[in-house]
């Protein structure tokens, strides 16, 4: 009996190791000390946010204290926001010869915004350069393509994009490639082709990690097949909470974790909450013939994603609140399955319509901080899943890179 009951406290002790959280909550007080800590040590970093579609669009400035955008320097500076990664994301509905110059564009773009206030911000390239910008009290901008179609079937353009700063590529973004299923849609290509395959062998030399949001549960599964450095979830959460495709199963993460690799939480209310996701489908009819509507009265002038996401914005007052603790929720949840050392932030923001009240902008991430803190987590547990992670992958992807010359 004595030795049983010995195994039982021990699973215990495993099971709170791997979930990464205390015993108890804390009380508001302990929390919001704890977080202060924690924000005064960690180095934040989000992995997914769409605010250059806005920029280019003239819709709004970066150092603008009333910018309407998610992201902007006063707002990542409120939020404690070390590095941002800008997601590099042309529409997959434009004719195909467009995605490679558009693209580009969109990179020159990024590189202009940080020219253009080189005392807050700096360009990383390497996790070690985002703690060097960190030290030196800048914002670390990163970029990540959004969708492999962009990369127009062509390898040697996969390592301009990675010469111009890309550190991550999204195999696929919500419409299948030639050589990688999408999460949406009904398969085409049962996964990776050969030539999907020889993209993340690439991506792997280079040095950029390979980002599984947005693909479907074939395509990972051949992705882990087929890489020899962590893969990431840029910008998915967890399926057993809100069930949808974009999002990953516990078996997913599962692996992701064995991988090394890392799920950044997506903020998105219909990513994280079922019951939202339901009345949004209810409501997406009259939405889509509003926008329908908007873009035949452009009469051919441009209508872009930007001008969607706010005629949706309007339909929010009808649908359910999502708070900022359904993050949470899936962090916990993600902990819980992949463990502490794999769980990150990918907010999603600018890219989408609908966030969950709390956390309207990046100004608002101590917030999280302040829940986690009160759910139990440990200060380095936190400061893990706000940055430590992702920069962990980034190393051994880095690494990985190094080593793979050397074997030709």
Not at 119 to 126: E, M, R, V
Not at 249 to 260: E, F, H, R, V
Request: hydrophobic share 40%.
């Amino acid at each position: 009996m004595e030795a049983s009951r010995w195994i039982l406290s021990l699973l215990a002790v495993a099971a709170g190791v791997q979930a990464g959280l205390c015993a108890a909550e804390r009380s508001p007080a302990e929390a919001d000390a704890l977080a202060q800590r924690v924000l005064a040590r960690a180095l934040i970093v989000d992995t997914h946010a769409d605010t250059i579609e806005w920029l280019m669009q003239d819709r709004c400035r970066l150092d603008d204290p009333a910018c309407s955008c998610m992201i902007s320097i006063p707002k990542m500076r409120q939020g404690h926001l070390g590095a941002e990664f800008f997601s590099i994301w042309v529409s997959t509905t434009l004719p195909s010869r467009e995605y490679v110059p558009r693209t580009v564009e969109e990179f020159e773009a990024v590189h202009q915004q940080v020219e253009r206030f080189p005392y807050d911000l700096g360009l990383a390239t390497t996790a070690d350069e985002i703690v060097r910008l960190h030290e030196q009290g800048k914002i670390a901008i990163l970029m990540g393509v959004e969708g492999g179609h962009a990369i127009g079937d062509n390898l040697l353009v996969l390592g301009a994009y990675y010469r111009l700063g890309a550190r991550y590529m999204t195999l696929t973004h919500t419409a299948h490639t030639s050589w990688a299923d999408s999460s949406k849609g009904k398969p085409r290509s049962n996964g990776l082709t050969d030539f999907g395959r020889s993209v993340v062998r690439e991506m792997n030399r280079l040095g950029m990690m390979v980002d599984i949001s947005h693909v479907s549960d074939k395509t990972f599964a051949d992705a882990l097949a087929v890489t020899r450095a962590p893969l990431i979830a840029s910008h998915s959460s967890c399926r057993a909470l809100a069930h949808h495709s974009r999002n990953m199963t516990d078996d997913m993460i599962s692996a992701l974790a064995k991988n090394g690799g890392v799920i950044q939480i997506n903020f998105y209310s219909p990513f994280i909450d079922d019951d939202f996701a339901s009345a949004l489908r209810k409501l997406e009819p009259k939405m889509d013939a509003e926008v329908a509507a908007a873009r035949k009265a452009r009469e051919g002038k441009p209508f872009t994603h930007e001008d969607e996401v706010l005629i949706r914005k309007r339909y929010a007052p009808q649908l359910p609140v999502v708070t900022m603790e359904r993050i949470a929720d899936h962090i916990d949840h993600a902990v819980k399955v992949g463990g502490v050392d794999h769980v990150g932030l990918g907010s999603d923001f600018d890219g989408v319509d609908f966030i969950p009240r709390g956390m309207e902008d990046a100004s608002k991430l101590p917030d999280l901080v302040r829940e986690l803190a009160r759910r139990g987590y440990s200060e380095d547990d936190m400061v893990k899943i706000l940055g430590g992670n992702i920069l962990r992958v980034m190393r051994q992807v880095e690494e990985v890179s190094r080593k793979i010359p050397s074997e030709k």
